[in-house]
């Protein structure tokens, strides 16, 4: 069995929201860089599982972007990752990653391909979907749950105001989300492995980028709170109808 | 140029979602001097000629019995030849579970540049420019495509549907509907309940509640405004409610009209999934709580007491009015 888990770094969920240059471009100062929580808490976890369950599984990761995304994807090796492969570009556009994680994936021959339901910075869920259309193979989206029945994959993945079981036989590319696996944290004996694990850097292949962020804007600044007390609740409902129009 | 928008149905009834994308479809479609065509596949109970009060033009429609279960890849590839059949250039969805599943697999197939999350018309004086939710909500990127064929995924809840009076064409076409590899097994619906991404109104529960025994004060208020109810992530790693009912920064994203937060502190996690909401209440014990800073209303109170006597008096204003 092999799996190849797509890794990206983003800032941490406390990090500050602020644009730089006329708001064209994301203020990293001060920025602390994470494994985007739904990679490394479910897609990794679950796939490093899947591993303990059958020892024989190797586990590619992929990224793309630039050297700035090693220490994200050694910590990814740290938890428990077997190589990983680092697309040397950076890029916003989806359809641009999608295609260097196919060029990836088409060489490696795995067997499943996990991806986060979405990165928490740009919020794209984009990615998983495109390289399962470019490699022709099924695509399982939102999955809450996933196991694996020889070569089948069992998946639960949540619909419209449910959920759904699923099975299908692979090879099949899957985004996971809350449900699939537990947060875990990585042991001394993985960060010291991880240092001298294969971290390959490739080249980029040739690719268009569709789209491109010309800029950025925060919400508008709330007006402040208007505090109603405890002992006067039916004010709070006249605000909210009168006021509000909100109920 | 034409407009294409992909209805999203389920048991033959078209979602609120689908109406909000029909919505900006047609404006788009206004916007752009051109034509807007709605694409459904499976089994229809609905009259499909109604759709047309939401400013679209024909219905292209693939019956197929094999499209009435959802498999993201046979729907991209069914898509796709629908796009080619249509020469439609702007592919619009809506970005709920379906959208999610599937405009990706679209976008890769016709070689479209995507845009996911949008909450407005595009800005097409200079270009064709989206604006996108990023950061979980906690700000917006404008987008521009530039490829020839563009996709929108819009965000649910933030464009207002309206219907106004108009006929669609039905056309039946026959596409030919590739093969699902994947067997659905089980299909579990949380019946009775307003789905989360949908709801107007979301009454939300934090650890100041204590427990799951204590969701009861909740659900009637809930109840009482026909809200969906959901929860902050350490209720549901607790397992006091479900997954499915977490929001936040890693949970669900919702843009209600109404968020009612009871006993949740607010941490920037939890804010990040919620504060596109037009209204946010507030109750909390703690009036120090960092909720407070990002609600228009509150109250500084035990969610024990409050709570029923917020739901008594909705109950007197609904009686009232
Ligand atoms: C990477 C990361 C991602 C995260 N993602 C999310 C996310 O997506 N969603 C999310 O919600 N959290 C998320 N969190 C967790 C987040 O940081 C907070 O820990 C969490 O939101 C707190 O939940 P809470 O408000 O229910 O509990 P608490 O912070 O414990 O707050 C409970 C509140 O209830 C009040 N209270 C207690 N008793 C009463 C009473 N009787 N009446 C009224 N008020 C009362 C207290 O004053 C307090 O403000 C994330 C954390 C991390 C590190």
Same mark, same amino acid.
């Given at each position: 069995m092999k799996i190849l888990i797509c890794i990206s770094k983003t800032p941490d969920t406390t990090s500050r929201i602020a644009f730089k240059d006329g708001n064209t471009k994301f203020e990293e100062n001060g920025v602390q860089w994470i494994i985007n929580p739904y990679d490394e808490w479910y897609a990794l976890v679950r796939a490093i599982e899947l591993k303990e369950k059958d020892p024989s599984t190797v586990l590619h990761l992929v990224t793309v972007g630039a050297a700035d995304c090693e220490p994200v994807i050694r910590k990814a090796l740290a938890l428990g990752g077997d190589e990983a492969y680092r697309v040397n570009t950076q890029s916003d556009d989806s359809f641009y990653i999608a295609t260097q994680i196919f060029e990836v994936a088409k060489q490696g021959n795995y067997d499943l391909i996990f991806t986060g339901?979405?990165?928490?910075?740009?919020?794209? %869920? %984009?990615i998983g979907g495109m390289v399962a259309e470019m490699l022709s193979m099924p695509y399982i989206s939102l999955a809450t749950k996933f196991d694996l029945n020889g070569s089948t994959a069992v998946v639960a993945r949540e619909i419209e105001g449910g959920e759904e079981v699923c099975e299908v036989a692979l090879p099949v590319v899957v985004s996971c989300q809350k449900g699939v696996a537990e947060q875990r944290i990585p042991n001394m004996r993985g960060i010291m492995s991880a240092r001298t694990k294969p971290l390959k850097v490739v080249e980029p292949a040739a690719a268009e980028a569709l789209t491109n962020i010309t800029s950025y804007e925060l919400p508008p600044v709330k007006a402040g709170v208007k505090l109603v007390g405890a002992d006067n609740v039916a004010e709070l409902v006249r605000l909210l109808h009168e006021e509000a129009k909100a109920i | 140029m034409s407009v294409l928008i992909f209805i999203d149905q389920a048991e033959g009834h078209v979602k609120k979602a689908s109406l909000e994308a029909l919505t900006y479809g047609g404006d788009l479609a206004k916007q752009t001097g051109t034509t807007a065509e709605a694409m459904v596949f499976g089994t229809v109970a609905e009259d499909l000629t109604a759709l047309g009060r939401y400013g679209i033009s024909k219905v292209h429609h693939? %019956? %197929? $019995? $094999?499209?009435d279960h959802f498999d993201a890849q046979v729907f991209a590839n069914v898509i796709a030849k629908v796009v080619e059949e249509t020469k439609a250039t702007v592919v619009v969805f809506s970005h709920n579970q379906t959208g999610k599943a599937v405009a990706p697999g679209v976008a890769a197939a016709v070689k479209a540049g995507i845009v996911t999350g949008a909450v407005a018309l595009p800005d097409i004086s200079n270009g064709f420019v989206v604006k996108k939710s990023v950061f979980s909500g906690k700000a917006f990127a404008n987008v521009n495509i530039s490829s020839e064929i563009k996709i929108i995924s819009l965000n649910p809840n933030s464009y207002k549907t309206v219907a106004g009076k108009g006929m669609a064409e039905v056309i039946e076409l026959n596409v030919p509907v590739p093969e699902s590899k994947i067997k659905i097994t089980a299909v579990s619906k949380v019946s009775g309940e307003v789905p989360l991404t949908e709801a107007d109104i979301v009454v939300s529960g934090g650890r100041g509640l204590k427990g799951p025994e204590n969701w009861g004060i909740l659900e009637d208020l809930a109840h009482t405004l026909h809200a969906a109810t959901a929860c902050s992530r350490p209720v549901a790693d607790s397992h006091w409610r479900p997954h499915h009912e977490h929001v936040g920064q890693t949970g669900v994203q919702v843009a209600p009209n109404l968020y009612i937060a009871l006993g949740i502190s607010g941490a920037i996690q939890h804010l990040a999934g919620v504060n596109r909401s037009k209204t946010i209440v507030v109750i909390n014990k703690d009036p120090e709580a960092p909720f407070f800073k990002a609600a228009d209303y509150g109250i500084v109170g035990d969610v024990f007491e409050v709570v029923p006597k917020l739901t008594e008096e909705i109950k007197k204003m609904q009686a009232a009015s």
């Amino acid at each position: 069995m092999k799996i190849l888990i797509c890794i990206s770094k983003t800032p941490d969920t406390t990090s500050r929201i602020a644009f730089k240059d006329g708001n064209t471009k994301f203020e990293e100062n001060g920025v602390q860089w994470i494994i985007n929580p739904y990679d490394e808490w479910y897609a990794l976890v679950r796939a490093i599982e899947l591993k303990e369950k059958d020892p024989s599984t190797v586990l590619h990761l992929v990224t793309v972007g630039a050297a700035d995304c090693e220490p994200v994807i050694r910590k990814a090796l740290a938890l428990g990752g077997d190589e990983a492969y680092r697309v040397n570009t950076q890029s916003d556009d989806s359809f641009y990653i999608a295609t260097q994680i196919f060029e990836v994936a088409k060489q490696g021959n795995y067997d499943l391909i996990f991806t986060g339901k979405e990165t928490i910075d740009y919020n794209g %869920s %984009s990615i998983g979907g495109m390289v399962a259309e470019m490699l022709s193979m099924p695509y399982i989206s939102l999955a809450t749950k996933f196991d694996l029945n020889g070569s089948t994959a069992v998946v639960a993945r949540e619909i419209e105001g449910g959920e759904e079981v699923c099975e299908v036989a692979l090879p099949v590319v899957v985004s996971c989300q809350k449900g699939v696996a537990e947060q875990r944290i990585p042991n001394m004996r993985g960060i010291m492995s991880a240092r001298t694990k294969p971290l390959k850097v490739v080249e980029p292949a040739a690719a268009e980028a569709l789209t491109n962020i010309t800029s950025y804007e925060l919400p508008p600044v709330k007006a402040g709170v208007k505090l109603v007390g405890a002992d006067n609740v039916a004010e709070l409902v006249r605000l909210l109808h009168e006021e509000a129009k909100a109920i | 140029m034409s407009v294409l928008i992909f209805i999203d149905q389920a048991e033959g009834h078209v979602k609120k979602a689908s109406l909000e994308a029909l919505t900006y479809g047609g404006d788009l479609a206004k916007q752009t001097g051109t034509t807007a065509e709605a694409m459904v596949f499976g089994t229809v109970a609905e009259d499909l000629t109604a759709l047309g009060r939401y400013g679209i033009s024909k219905v292209h429609h693939v %019956s %197929s $019995a $094999a499209l009435d279960h959802f498999d993201a890849q046979v729907f991209a590839n069914v898509i796709a030849k629908v796009v080619e059949e249509t020469k439609a250039t702007v592919v619009v969805f809506s970005h709920n579970q379906t959208g999610k599943a599937v405009a990706p697999g679209v976008a890769a197939a016709v070689k479209a540049g995507i845009v996911t999350g949008a909450v407005a018309l595009p800005d097409i004086s200079n270009g064709f420019v989206v604006k996108k939710s990023v950061f979980s909500g906690k700000a917006f990127a404008n987008v521009n495509i530039s490829s020839e064929i563009k996709i929108i995924s819009l965000n649910p809840n933030s464009y207002k549907t309206v219907a106004g009076k108009g006929m669609a064409e039905v056309i039946e076409l026959n596409v030919p509907v590739p093969e699902s590899k994947i067997k659905i097994t089980a299909v579990s619906k949380v019946s009775g309940e307003v789905p989360l991404t949908e709801a107007d109104i979301v009454v939300s529960g934090g650890r100041g509640l204590k427990g799951p025994e204590n969701w009861g004060i909740l659900e009637d208020l809930a109840h009482t405004l026909h809200a969906a109810t959901a929860c902050s992530r350490p209720v549901a790693d607790s397992h006091w409610r479900p997954h499915h009912e977490h929001v936040g920064q890693t949970g669900v994203q919702v843009a209600p009209n109404l968020y009612i937060a009871l006993g949740i502190s607010g941490a920037i996690q939890h804010l990040a999934g919620v504060n596109r909401s037009k209204t946010i209440v507030v109750i909390n014990k703690d009036p120090e709580a960092p909720f407070f800073k990002a609600a228009d209303y509150g109250i500084v109170g035990d969610v024990f007491e409050v709570v029923p006597k917020l739901t008594e008096e909705i109950k007197k204003m609904q009686a009232a009015s």
